[in-house]
């Protein structure tokens, strides 16, 4: 979801993803993969000897396949202001072994009402700021910036559709993702798969992890040091 296009097969991905990233993903090494993938010499453990492995571990037709479909479902489910749409593209993302879990969009939607209706007005004043400074999905953001595009005080505030979410995503909305792949699955979905609610704006979305900064008692340091300038603005 975050890298790669309809170009994206099998024998080209591990030159497409970042090395570090590719790791954080699939728990090998990229080298190790291209050994699964086309093959080499290897030691066995037992003999000492130098062996030879095949590879052609993996089905380049399934892979090629698989990523195809996976680039189309990201497409047709890019438009979250689409209220039509009922799923979106981590309807489809399986429970993960760690702790990186996606926060189901009902949910979401559940947090934000809680939000409104604790604070009937925080989504009629174009100088109030939102943030998620542990940004999973981007799912949050997105319902931020719904809410605040469809308002009518923003409306009156700006008038044209394009400038109104051009002022959210640059003075409205701030970010913090916690890893390199999790930033790139956020910023993808918040901003459009090729940048289309973005628009080339100046955005707040940062690569941080917020909470080894909150337990050393950093966070507010970390933020107003990211962030500060455009909060003052």
Known sequence: MAYGDENT????????????????????TTDQFRFLR???????????????????????VVFDDSVKECIQ???RLANYFDENL???????????KTNQIFTPRRVVVQ???MLEQENPVCFDD???TFADLYMKSGLYITE????????????DAYPDDRERLDHILEHQVYGIAPTEIIYQIATHYILGCDDEVGNGCKTHFVKANSAELAKNGKLSEYVEKVFGDSLND
Not at 9 to 28: A, G, H, W
Not at 88 to 95: N, R
């Open 144 to 155: 931020i910036i719904k809410r605040l595009y469809r308002n009518e005080g923003m409306r």
């Open 38 to 60: 086309d093959g080499g010499d290897y030691v066995d453990e037992e003999t000492g000897g130098t062996e030879q492995f095949d590879g052609h571990l993996f089905d380049p």
């Open 73 to 75: 479902l990201r497409h």
């Open 86 to 96: 009922r799923e979106d593209i981590f309807d489809y993302v399986p429970p993960q």
């Open 111 to 113: 947090m934000v009402d």
């Open 9 to 28: 097969k099998l024998e080209n991905c591990d030159r497409i993803i970042p090395e570090n990233v590719f790791q954080e993903v699939t728990s090998i």
């Open 126 to 128: 174009p100088t109030h």
